[in-house]
């Protein structure tokens, strides 16, 4: 299985960027989508994430201004950001807990796509 993360790039302060992942590979059901960031300097933290293609969970510094979402049909989901602020600034990675088959579950990472806000 492979994550394919896309979509960073320089906003400025207020600006709104949106992150894609798209997975591919021996796929019998995703359970849960995530996007971690990490910052300079600093660990990988949850952003956001859907589990089972329901609940969603944010980072208290995110809430109300980015959005996660998914397209099943595609095996891909999403990272809208919105209200951008320079603590934003890092590397985005996607995550996903995959079933390759009804037994197995697996985790994944994509390789990480950067994201720059400028002030």
């Known amino acids: 299985v492979q994550l394919q993360a896309s979509g960073g790039g320089l906003v400025h302060s207020g600006g709104s960027l949106k992150l894609s992942c798209a997975a591919s590979g021996r796929i019998f059901s995703i359970d849960e989508m995530a996007w971690y960031r990490q910052g300079p300097g600093t660990e990988r933290d949850l952003v956001a994430q859907i589990i089972n293609g329901g609940p969603t969970n944010y980072a208290d510094s995110v809430k109300g201004r980015f959005l996660i979402s998914r397209d099943a049909a595609k095996n891909s989901w999403y990272l809208q950001m919105n209200n951008m602020k320079p603590g934003d600034t890092g590397v985005y990675f996607c995550?996903?807990?995959?079933?390759?088959?009804?037994?197995?579950?697996?985790?994944?990472w994509g390789q990480g796509t950067q994201v720059t806000v400028s002030s």
């Open positions: 995550n996903a807990a995959v079933r390759v088959d009804r037994n197995y579950q697996y985790e994944f």
